[in-house]
């Protein structure tokens, strides 16, 4: 990245609430100004000697429908990155005082925007403001105080990823927030008490322009990523501008498996260069997938025939096998005991859950409710098949014994649409996907986040936020620990 470079220090800028100031030779900013109504004016400062920036800021919030605080800005068009390190100058100070980048709209209090702060009590978070005058929301992350904050834009997708040591970044949340070109980027510092004023040191600023693609021009980049669920910190493995879709953890722990263009692919838990898998003649493999209980059978679905059916072959690679005569068809889960398979089906225009045996045979039809029906999976104890179902209008996840017999509803909040249950394989957690209530499908691109929840309860819990949706986490992805998940994100970026 190129580091911004002043040429001189900039004067101690004292700017009062009337609006942006010549604010002096401010590099490659333009502007500074206190944002909203502030009692104490901002001011700033860049320190040539040790390259850091000096920013002081008063004001009530940056929440809620209006901000207060002082910001240093340029006008910018296109996709970019900005990257800072961030600490406060003295102990105390209201713990939820604010620091970092921010790109909004405009100067006005009420301006959607988008900016990657660091709090007073270490806490480091994405906050967001859609639409003109609307609240602000927030995605947090877990970890504390990093050494390093980034944040991206690519067309409306922003993304704040963070960093301990200030090389590598890791993703904390994505989403999506329309602002047009031109948008004003810069460094805000809020004290959240109007009474006083904060200070805040940002050093290794940096500004790197992406490059200004039309949105027919876009190409897509995936990213294989794996979370902890315990502390929600994520880790990238495999990034790359083509896309591919819905990992596996193999039951030893040592790989991942994921499809991309028809074929399947293994690379390693840690990390490393993809390795295609011989699946024979199946070689339009979609992204229902999966490996057997004791590892040594991988299920796949592909359409080398016509519409999809799902197939069996050595886990390592080989000559598939057919299973399902019938199609469509697309797998979804192993019973734990390696002899049956389950998927969803459509026969004669309805998607069911259905079962088969592993060896072939004829199918059983497990779900009849009207509407879709989908994502059929094993609990580790082999009693139940987890699936997700629109029958009461909005998806939701739902539960069933493996007979199909005493089918209930899992998650009920009204808020999500909810995809694609994972049980750990410890049988203590669930894993899904969900969307904005108001979508409609899994469509990919989206706002969507991996919600956890502990069973029996039903109440889940945002474990991540990200832009993805069909293909992040189709098919079972738990680590065999049951203590990490691996997941693909998206994002939409200049060629």
């Known amino acids: 990245m190129k580091s911004i470079r002043f040429v001189a220090m900039v004067c101690l800028m004292m700017v009062g609430n009337a609006g942006a100031q010549n604010a002096g030779r401010l590099g490659r900013f333009e502007g500074a100004t206190d944002i909203g109504k502030t009692s104490h004016a901002g001011a700033a400062e860049f320190r040539a000697d040790s390259g850091a920036y000096v ?37 105390g100070g209201n713990p939820h005082r604010k620091a970092g980048w921010m790109i909004r709209q405009s100067l006005e209090a009420d301006s959607p925007y988008v900016d990657a702060v660091v ?41 704040l990823s963070v960093s301990r040591d200030g090389q590598g970044f890791q993703p904390v949340g994505s989403l999506s927030v329309a602002l047009g070109d031109p948008i004003h980027a810069g460094l805000a510092v809020c004290s ?25 021009d876009r190409v897509v980049e995936s990213t294989l990523e794996t979370i902890s669920v315990e502390t929600g910190e994520r880790q990238i493995v495999y990034r790359a501008r083509r896309h591919f879709e819905a990992p596996n953890w193999s039951r030893d722990g040592s790989y991942l498996l994921f499809n991309g263009g028809g074929r399947l692919y293994t690379i390693p838990a840690t990390g490393g260069e993809p ?56 797998w979804h889960g192993w019973s734990p005991d390696g002899r049956t398979l389950a998927y969803c089906a459509e026969r004669s225009g309805k998607f069911d859950v259905y079962t088969i045996p592993v060896e072939g045979g004829p199918e059983k039809r497990l779900t009849t409710a009207e509407g879709l029906d989908d994502g059929p999976e ?9 699936f997700n179902s629109e029958r009461t209008g909005l998806m939701k996840i739902w539960r069933m014994k493996a007979d199909g017999s005493d089918q209930e509803q899992v998650t009920l909040d009204a808020d999500w649409a909810d995809w694609f249950a994972h049980p750990a394989p410890d049988g203590k957690l669930l894993l899904l996907v969900s969307y904005g209530k108001d979508i409609k499908g899994h469509p990919a691109n989206q706002d969507v986040a991996l919600r956890i929840l502990s069973l029996p309860s039903s109440k889940p819990k945002v474990l991540a936020r990200l832009f993805g949706g069909q293909g992040t986490i189709n098919v079972p992805s738990w680590s065999p620990d049951s203590r990490s998940a691996a997941f693909v994100s998206y994002r939409l970026v200049a060629p």
């Open 119 to 159: 709090h007073g009590n270490g806490l480091t978070s994405l906050q967001y403001r859609k639409g003109r005058g609307g609240p602000t929301e927030e995605i947090p992350s877990l970890v504390q105080a990093p050494a390093a904050i980034q944040l991206e834009r690519h067309g409306d997708v922003f993304t």
């Open 378 to 386: 094993y609990s580790p104890d082999g009693r139940y098949i987890y």
């Open 192 to 216: 959240h008490d109007n009474s006083v004023t904060e200070t805040a040191i940002l050093s290794k600023v940096e500004f790197k322009p992406l490059g200004q693609p039309e949105a027919k």
């Open 55 to 91: 920013v002081t800021g008063g004001g009530e919030n940056v929440w809620g429908n209006v901000d207060t605080f002082h910001y240093v800005w340029r006008k910018l068009t296109g996709d970019v990155a900005l990257t800072a390190s961030v600490r406060w100058r003295g102990e």
């Open 275 to 330: 390795k295609l898998l011989d699946t024979g003649s199946a070689n339009r493999c979609n992204n229902d997938h999966g490996l057997s209980a004791d590892g040594k059978w991988l299920a796949i679905s592909d359409q080398h025939e016509g519409p999809s059916r799902v197939y069996v072959l050595p886990s390592r690679g080989g000559t598939p096998r057919l299973v399902t005569a019938l199609a469509p068809s697309y």
